[in-house]
């Protein structure tokens, strides 16, 4: 990598941070408990938007997972959202009416709260349909994999986004509160992941997954990108650019080795396709606020017409870690 | 008493008090040193919690820096204390806040009575030594080493690399042998007391105080010197990954550890309450007297780091992806594509199916959709037959078919009506068996009823086409095995051509018998048709002129 090219990524990765800065008057803090963070915690960062039915489970996941404070952004939400999260003790919670496309998807607003109150913390920048597994996350907390981490001086975890779905229409299992989503959405694809190296910010471009089988097959590269860099040890400077695809600086998105063997990595399950997606694909596609919203959301309109299915013969059931390390969706690397 | 422990401790203060406690609760003295980089209000604190404790003392302090001599005099420092403060102590134990006591003391205290006057610390010759992670075996003597590895990573390498150019190369003192080992041993008093009182302590400090890494050498090497009875291992289960730092245990490896044998393990996780709950239960049931059989843990951790190193050939994903040249095999298993027999042979993909087993696809770079084995529309790990998707990235649709499928063997059709762009990858591929019947493909044509001139037209393209694919094979980044006829050389002997093929990709079997071949008696007078009409067949090889006469043939183009 050349001068010129260091200093444009340098720039850029600026840009991102004025951007951060500049959008952070936008949010309004509802609850904000950020005193209670000590020194150390695990920290998770969120932005949502009418979630409220899928709240109760996914901070008791992240909960038991050792999370030990939550900085949520809520856009603009009328179904009870707020307060539910305002009444949470390990919740601090801003809001804003502003547009989430305009803050580039909630990157500014949460590159924001990092920045104030992420530095030197593991901070896991997750949507609340997105489910950290990573190796022995059954056995070891999450605050064992930041702490093999910092021993070994790597400074971010890759987790590939996994969309799972159910066996039949979507509609036909409705999802009740504080249930865990894969016992619905208990299928995923998992040998049909496509990639290739980003050359200007070094991440992986990760496609494939059922949503490029079942509706970007005849246009695979629209398809959306899965790879995903979650959990970073935050430093004042770091961005998002773009969603949580990439980092700046671009050291941070190396979390593939390149010669030959194998970096430790985990997934985050996708629980999209639930009986609320269909409803939540119309409102998203009007609202015109997500990312390519209008062509994505109308492949999805159009593949799930008439109740289609997305399972197929070959779609495989969920089990745990060790089934994802043996499939090659993720590595413990030299974790043992 | 015979037995004390020298805990080195820089963090981790509760799990070091809960050990420090067991180890005195039985009866061994502990003597406790804490890097002088914990501020003296921590170290204060800390101290204070053993106020109740008269065999747990501590020893002045250290500022401890990986990688150099400091971390050796923290550990003179503890023992001298040790030595001087509880003069019933008749061996003593190296370890560190993070260590675990995997087996009741009594067993430990047994286990050395039992060998009185062993020394037991792991001590190889730096000339036999295959040890260190780093690969600076002798280096470590010789050279100097001013910049902290850690923190001046760059200064350290360039600077020894300059004293590799400059063939610099420090005097070893006189009357030892320089050897390394683990960190972690367990030396008798009269043998440690004859290292820290030796008379010319202060030169062979001041040598090993320049040395690499003196912590894995001093103790060591100085051991051999003193020592009457050297048994040349660790009773500190401790592994090193890939980077040279230890191995952490967790609550998981607890039926690993309970089998190990071992007395000591390091370094174990703070948070790992399982394990120390279990292995510091005071109620803990003695195991039976075995021998520290550290094998199975080694074998994890040794998988570990091969998985780190190598990886797993033939897997892309979000953590390993290689650059060109350094993916090993580019596939996870060997497979075989036949090239043009499936246009020789009607029957060919039932029949290599009996003959081969595993799965026969047909032309899986079928320019209308990938033709899965049964033309399913969706295969293993549900890659789909879709040719938008396959043609999206052609290669890594190759590379997962075969690692979803590992296991069975794949077998596939090509020529050159398919989609090409994959091929270069495939040749590059160990795994490749190739085997080509150039030009087969035009028996086919010869006997459909199209017309003479589209027939024609698509034989120039097709073999404008194999040509260019021909030339891949002969080109220099080539891995796969290949067999290669023309129409014509294979014509000459079908069977004896396909034997050898068939027995090394599954079998020691011979190709007899053949399913039936298309007639080949059209093919002379047909390449000859075509060399009247302008096109001139290369690819099918030399069928030598026509028996019969030509057939009077007309129409455009036509040359005569």
Not at chain 2, 88 to 114: I, K, M, N, Q
Request: one cysteine or more; charged letters at 25%; glycine letters at 8%.
């Amino acid at each position: 990598m050349g001068v010129v090219s260091s200093y444009r990524m340098r720039l850029r990765r600026k840009l991102w941070v004025a951007r951060a800065r500049a959008r952070r008057s936008q949010l309004r803090a509802v609850a904000d408990r950020t005193r209670a963070i000590r020194g150390g915690d695990l920290l998770a960062f969120t932005t949502l938007r009418n979630e409220r039915l899928r709240l109760p489970y996914f901070l008791d996941y992240y909960r038991r997972l050792g999370i030990d404070h939550f900085l949520m952004v809520d856009n603009d939400s009328v179904d009870g959202t707020r307060d539910y999260l305002a009444a949470q003790p390990d919740v601090s919670l801003w809001t804003t009416e502003a547009s989430y496309r305009a803050s580039a998807y909630g990157v500014d607003w949460l590159n924001g709260l990092a920045r104030s109150h992420g530095a030197r913390h593991w901070c896991l920048t997750v949507d609340v349909d997105e489910f950290l597994v990573y190796p022995f996350c059954d056995s070891r907390p999450l605050r064992a994999l930041t702490d093999w981490l910092d021993a070994s001086q790597i400074r971010s975890f890759g987790a590939m986004l996994l969309d799972m779905y159910p066996k039949g229409p979507l509609a036909a299992q409705p999802y009740s509160e504080g249930q865990d989503p894969f016992e619905i959405a208990a299928w995923f694809d998992a040998g049909n992941y496509v990639m290739e190296r980003n050359p200007g910010l070094g991440n992986l471009w990760i496609q494939g997954g059922v949503r490029a089988r079942a509706f970007f097959a005849d246009a695979p590269r629209k398809a959306p990108a899965l790879n995903k860099t979650p959990l970073v040890r935050w430093a004042p400077g770091y961005a998002y650019v773009s969603s949580t695809h990439a980092l700046l600086p671009r050291g941070l998105n190396r979390t593939f080795e390149e010669a030959g063997g194998e970096k430790a990595s985990g997934v985050l399950l996708h629980a999209k396709f639930l009986d609320t997606f269909g409803a939540r694909a119309e409102e998203e596609a009007a609202r015109g606020e997500h990312y390519r919203a209008a062509d994505e959301y109308r492949a999805y309109a159009e593949g799930l017409e008439g109740g289609r299915d997305l399972w197929c013969r070959w779609s495989e059931r969920y089990i745990n870690w060790r089934q994802l390390e043996i499939l090659g969706l993720i590595s413990k690397g030299n974790w043992a | 008493m015979s037995l004390g422990f020298v805990l080195l401790v820089h963090t981790a203060f509760d799990r070091t008090e809960q050990v420090a406690r067991h180890w005195a609760a039985a009866g061994c003295p502990v003597v406790i040193h804490v890097d002088a980089k914990v501020p003296r209000a921590a170290f204060r604190a800390f101290r204070d919690r053993f106020g109740d404790a008269p065999l747990i003392r501590f020893c002045g302090r250290v500022r401890v820096e990986w990688g150099t001599w400091s971390l050796v005099a923290a550990t003179q420092t503890g023992c001298e204390r040790m030595l001087a403060a509880f003069p019933e102590v008749r061996h003593v134990y190296l370890a560190s806040g993070s260590c675990l006591p995997l087996r009741p003391v009594a067993e430990l205290t047994g286990y050395l009575a039992d060998r009185p006057g062993v020394d037991f610390i792991e001590s190889v010759a730096v000339e036999e030594a295959d040890w260190a992670v780093d690969g600076l075996e002798a280096e470590r003597f010789t050279l100097h080493f001013p910049f902290p590895w850690r923190r001046r990573r760059r200064l350290f390498d360039a600077f020894t690399e300059l004293q590799r150019r400059l063939g610099v190369a420090r005097k070893l003192p006189e009357g030892i042998v320089p050897h390394l080992g683990s960190q972690w041993w367990c030396l008798t008093r009269e043998t440690l007391e004859a290292i820290l009182t030796a008379p010319d302590r202060r030169a062979m400090d001041a040598w090993f105080s320049r040395a690499w890494i003196p912590d894995e050498s001093y103790f060591q090497t100085l051991a051999r010197r003193h020592s009457t009875r050297i048994e040349s291992r660790s009773l500190t289960l401790a592994k090193f990954d890939v980077q040279g730092k230890p191995h952490i245990f967790y609550d998981d490896h607890r039926p690993l550890l309970e089998r190990s044998d071992c007395f000591v393990a390091r370094k174990v996780w703070p948070g790992a309450e399982g394990l120390y709950s279990t292995f510091l239960d005071p109620d803990r049931p003695a195991a039976r007297m075995a021998e520290p059989d550290p094998g199975k843990i080694d074998r994890v951790f040794s998988r570990a780091n091969r998985r780190r190193a190598n990886g797993r050939a033939g897997l892309y994903n979000q953590g390993r992806f290689p650059a060109k040249g350094r993916e090993g095999k580019l596939t996870a298993a060997p497979f075989a594509v036949f090239c043009g027999l499936g246009a020789l042979f009607p029957d060919w993909e039932p029949w290599l199916a009996r003959r081969l087993g595993g799965r026969v696809h047909g032309h899986l770079y079928h320019p209308e959709g990938a033709e899965f084995a049964g033309r399913e529309e969706v295969l293993n790990g549900c890659l789909s037959a879709s040719p938008a998707l396959r043609d999206y990235r052609p290669e890594q649709f190759l590379a997962n078919l075969i690692w979803n499928t590992r296991g069975e063997r794949q077998t596939w059709q090509f020529g050159p009506g398919d989609t090409q762009a994959a091929m270069p990858f495939v040749l590059r591929d160990r795994n490749a068996t190739v085997t080509v019947v150039s030009g087969a493909w035009v028996v086919p044509l010869i006997a459909s009823d199209r017309p003479f001139d589209e027939v024609r037209a698509e034989i120039a393209r097709l073999q404008r086409i194999e040509a260019a694919f021909l030339r891949l094979l002969d080109g220099p980044e080539v891995a796969a095995r290949l067999h290669r006829w023309t129409l014509a050389e294979f014509a000459a002997g079908p069977e004896d051509r396909l034997a050898p093929v068939l027995a090394e990709i599954g079998g020691t079997e011979g190709a007899r018998p053949l399913p039936a071949m298309r007639p080949l008696s059209a093919v002379p007078d047909f390449l000859q048709r075509l060399r009247n009409a302008g096109v001139k067949p290369v690819v099918m090889g030399d069928f030598g002129v026509p028996v019969s006469t030509p057939p009077r043939v007309g129409g455009p183009g036509l040359v005569r």
